[in-house]
């Protein structure tokens, strides 16, 4: 179903971790605060952070989402999204299905 | 025409008296009371008179409104002007000494003046003013006001 | 260039130019020649009160005695910072007015009688400018008799177009008529007391006479006089009909001067004749006109909301204008005074302006009425804009003129520690806002209405209307020149009262 | 004025010629010529205050030149360029004039030197700006237009009366540093905060970007919240207050952005984000992290260029910014993709773009000053940063799910500027010290260290491996058509209803009242009521008896006092 997200991009993304966490010994420990200093900090951070967050965001989606038209048919929600102005635009997309 | 004849008549007769006076207090506005004003009023009520009598169409036939306009705008003008004289003899506005040889008399000059220009505006005012409501066309209906 | 002969004449040239002028209108009749002549003598009169204005703006003071009577016993004619600037106001707004008139007039009025209302108009502006120069008493009331007459008369022409102007005619001249008399009623108390009818003359010996009943009723009488002809709030029922019926070209003129030259004799009177010399003017000034002047911006400014014809939210807008103006002087500081004098020049410049717009809308599209006018902004767009702009002033947007006045006004309503008048006058901006918003909104955000077709007003009439337009953004942009004269003005008139200044 | 000609001026100047330049070519090519004229007209001044004009009893200071406003007006000159290039087909007067008047005015208040000069451009970048949305003309786009001027005039009004206690408590109204001792300042600093996006006041921001046309919403995401960053670092700089403002500002709308289906909408909360930074910078106020607001901002407003230009290149060809409509774009639209890329990569902080130059200048100012938690909700809006303008902008655009479209690749012109935005981004990355000359402190930093680089590059893949993990289990946000409720809410839903409950209640209680109620008091009320009518009482025409009865009484009230 999704295209893009195919094996090889998996395992492409793996290396370039791997590597990153090699490289994680090559830092030479200049962090502000002492747990920047922890091993591997940085990368449970990049990960964590964003697992949790889009969790909480798909928490969140529960609470406010709305249909289009909730402000009504009049507002820009749930307009046509503008061709270029006034000027009719070159019309090539095709709409899917 | 040929009700109230002798109304006519007198009025005939009066309208002369009535003019004469109006000429006497106006000259004599400046050694007795009178003046302008009064003198325009008298005069107007001359006229006024004569329309009572013979009819506004009368009058109109006798001094046109053009006429009454132009008394108007010209006993202003002659009230105005005189004051604009002594302007261009080199005196301040209303200042009438140069107007004869001698100051006094030049003073007694400009005063008769303007005593005649308001006599005239007056006279041709109050007239204009009785012509406009008497002949006014009642060309507004009761529910317009 | 100008020999020193005429300019020592200047005073009196400035009344008596369009006095002489006014018959020969009549006297030409037909509509270009009467015209034509009008024009040219309003820019002469304009260009003697610049010239005045000219030669006061250093403080000087310009007097000149008629008939070489001294000034006690004969009429002066006395100028000051003060009055050149109202003269330049009034012959500024007559000359544009002018040059407007003439499409407009055509339009408005019978061909045979052009010659009798130019005249009129010309006779109007005479007795304005006469009741601005003079420095006695009576003659005011001879000038402001001439310039009301002229008024109710050319009111009256608008019965072209709406028969109703003659009742409006009619009420105004009695409501002007009562104005006067109580202005004669006040001023012969006074005579009583002082016998001189020379202003200066009469601040003079009125110190000197101290407090009296008499003098308390003279004051109770002029103001009230002046209150009904600059149409102080309760006593304003005259205007909004006058204005609304006149002939456009009036309406322009009128309201741009007519009320602004009462302020002015107002201010005259209050701080040059009276001075201030005994508590009960404060009193009055504070417990009555304050309220009053109050109400009126706020009342004003609401009605004007729910207005359906133009011409009448422009003419309740300036009940609530003219409002400030009072507020200002009943402020009673330099500050306030300032405010009156700058908001004077402020809203005649935008007035005359939203005027004209208006006039151009009834003569291209036949009405005043706003829910006529819908989308009048596409096919009159040098004409809606000329609106917006006069509108924005009113509003107070700032680059506007009447960001100006409010911001002086605002400002010393703070200085003496008046909040809730400050307060209201920030709100009344935002009422002034929805009236004038409403009928933008009606002018460019609905279509035209079917079938009607409307063309651009021509050059004539935008040509004026643009220059008032264009003067409200200028003196926005750059106050120097008016707030000079104006604090000029003011300290003119602290000077001559006896106010005791904190 | 005589001895300097504004850069505003060249602008407005410049509003007022194009509606009459008929050749749409030559309009354009004119229009392109106007941020070069501006910029060239103070790029060589020595620093100082120039034109000064007397206003009331002020000598106004209308041009200000110093390092602060130096790099604002450049910024401001190529946010211009880049709006102007990206509009070059666009035929549209009203747009192209107040696109110019509003980069005037932006630009005007940048140099201004004093608050009343800052009022009057800050007023006109309100009005400009919202006229650029009333440019798309449709209803939804005019309600939003009203909205969103109603909060800017709102900010104008603020100021406008913080301008007036503020000259009343000091006296003065040179716009220089200021404390929040005052309501004045207080208010001034609510003005700005209106214009800056604080939380709570936000919603014109994700209201009004996604209704202008898609070049107006380009022109839109330069200039008012910069000019508001640049007035707090003015004015503000150092309050303590702001870090808190500027995390919180910087933390929720990565929430937000994250299940947003408009992508503009998503550009906006991701504005509203990176402004959260900027805060912060200015909070800390020290030397390092002001310059690090500088120049996120000046990174910022290329890259968020760049983001909105490729979106807007997409609506161009496809009429739609919907994540539930769009995807598989990359085929047909590669160059479009190439730069949306870098743009992302820029707005994530990616080593080598710009992002990272400017952005870690204000985390070390963070760190250095000792904020420990707000120095992790900023690295955790980082990440957010990575999810929704790095990852969910071009994902969703090019890649995502393929629908099916067949379009061209974006007009040559439109390429062309996004390319030299691109450009811009990799080349400040690279040649940060660039940059750092520029801005108004002198700045000691390298942000190429080796543990820099690689903490972050950690960061970021591991970021980007749990997005594709999620992705691959169905974690990830379906795309669907919807909205999301915000603040907005309460003013577009909560208040009218409430206010529509209230009047249904207050009509119903009144008519039970008015049942017991003496009819007499009705009455009296209905006439206040209407008193102000069409017909009421107060604007009816008078007879002249009841009018002459006014007169008396007024004089009778008068006379009365007389006696008192």
Redesign the interface.
Known sequence: MNTYITKPVLIGLAVICATLVGADFLRDGHGYFSFENWPLIYCAIGFVVYGVLIILAKGLRVLIERPENYYGDLAIDSEPEPGMGPIAPEKSGVPHD | MHHHLILRVVAKLLLPFILLYALYVQWHGDYGPGGGFQAGVIFAVGFILYALVYGVDALVRVVPRGVL??A???G??LY??T??VS?FL????????RLAHDPVHGQEWGILLVELGVGIAVAAAMTAIFVAFATREPD?DDE?? | MIPQAIISQLPILQVIVPLIAAPFCALLGGRNRAWALAFAVSLVTFAISAMLFASTLDGTVLSYQLGGWAPPIGIEYRVDALNAFVLLIVSGVGALTMLYARESVAYEIDERHHGLFYSAFVFCMTGLLGVTITGDAFNVFVFLEISSLSTYALVASGAKRDRRALTAAYNYLIMGTIGATFFVIGLGLLYMITGTLNMADLAHKLVEHGDSRTLRMGFAFIVVGFGLKLAMFPLHLWLPNAYTHAPSAVSAFVSATSTKVAVYLMLRFLFTVFGFSIPFEVDVLRTIVLPLALIGILAGSIVAVFQEDLKRLLAYSSISQIGYMLVGITLLTPGGLMASIIHLFNHAVAKAALFMVAGAYVMQAGTSTISDLRGVGRDMPFTTAAFVVGGLSLVGVPMTVGFISKWYLVQAALEQGWWPVAGLIVLSSLVAFAYVWRFVEAAYMYPTPDGVIRREAPLTMLIPMWIFAGSSIFFGLNASLTSAAASRAASGLIAASSLIWQ | MTDYFMPSLIYFAAAAIVPFIAAPRLRATFMLAVPFAGFASFATMAYGTYAFMPFFDFNLKIFRLDGLSFIFGLIFSIAAFISIAFAWHIRDRLEQVSSLVYAGAAIGAVFAGDLITLFVFWEGTAIASALLIWARRTPGAIATTMRYFTFQIASGLLLFIGIVLFYRDTGSVAFQHMELDSLGTWLIFLAFGFKCAFPLMHNWLQDAYPAATPTGTVTLSAFTTKLAIYALARGFAGTEFLIYIGAAMSLFPVFFAAIENNLRRVLAYSLNNQLGFMVVGIGIGTPLALDGTVAHAFVHVIYKALLFMSVGAVIYRTGTAKVSDLGGLWKYMPWTMAFCIVGSLSISAFPLFSGFVAKSLILSATASSGHIWVWMALVVASVGVLEHAGIKIPYSMFFGHDRGWKVKEAPLPMLLIMGFAATLCVLIGVFPQTLYALLPYPVEYEPYTADHVITQLQMLFFAALAFALLIRFNIYPAEYRSINLDFDWVYRRFLPNVLRVVTHYVTVIWRVYARFADRRIERALMVIYRAHGPQGALARTWPTGSMVLWIAILLGITLGLAYL
């Open positions: 306009v132009g108007m705008a010209v202003l003008l105005a002007g004051g604009v302007l080199g005196l301040d506005y209303l200042d009438y000494s507004i317009d006001w």
